[in-house]
């Protein structure tokens, strides 16, 4: 039997600032599973791909205000990308980055965007619009070889890793 095993490891959480606030205090922290691994181990995952819902948990914080302490009117964005332009293999095999699918779920506190695919570039995934709660949990979910037009199936068997990167953008 072929045997893949994509692990993905969430190596590096930013913040970009964009013209910030006088007095903005922005964290993003990982509250839960900070690598996710996908084993193919059945032909079932290897032919239909697999979801792992609600895998990884950021907690994000932000508080922006004036001079004077009050409240300003700005927003933040999460943000995904890889470290690299495809997903590569211990043997020196490679896999497309859009063999993986992510998912972020703000809990009715931002404007989600639904399931999309990974990229070398960053991609949306949470807008929280203007003056956020403080407080937001956001839970990741991923798809590995779920989609039709880059599918597990036909594939090299391999050890495939890729390191994603979250920015929290701090938008004003």
């Not at 791909?49 to 990884?56: A, I």
């Not at 907690?59 to 997903?87: C, E, H, K, M």
């Not at 779920?105 to 990974?118: E, F, P, R, Y």
């Amino acid at each position: 039997m072929k045997r893949f095993v994509l692990i993905i490891t969430i190596c590096l959480i930013s913040i970009k600032l964009i013209n910030a606030q006088a007095d903005t205090v922005a964290r993003l922290t990982t509250i839960a599973s900070g690598t996710v691994d996908f084993y193919f181990n059945s032909e079932n995952k290897i032919n239909n791909g697999f979801e792992l819902t609600n895998f990884t948990r950021f907690r994000v914080y932000f508080v922006a205000t004036d001079n004077l302490g009050n409240p300003t009117a700005a927003a933040w964005r999460l943000l995904v990308r890889s470290n690299t332009a495809q997903i590569d293999g211990d043997a020196g095999n490679t896999l497309d980055l859009r063999t993986v699918q992510i998912f972020a779920d703000s809990g009715g506190n931002g404007t989600d965007q639904g399931w999309v695919s990974l990229a070398g570039t960053d991609v949306l995934l949470v807008d929280a619009g203007v003056n956020p709660a403080n407080t937001i949990d956001v839970t990741i979910s991923y798809r590995c070889g779920m989609d039709a037009t880059y599918p597990i199936a036909g594939q090299t068997p391999d050890h495939y890793y890729v390191d994603l990167i979250f920015t929290l953008e701090l938008i004003p």
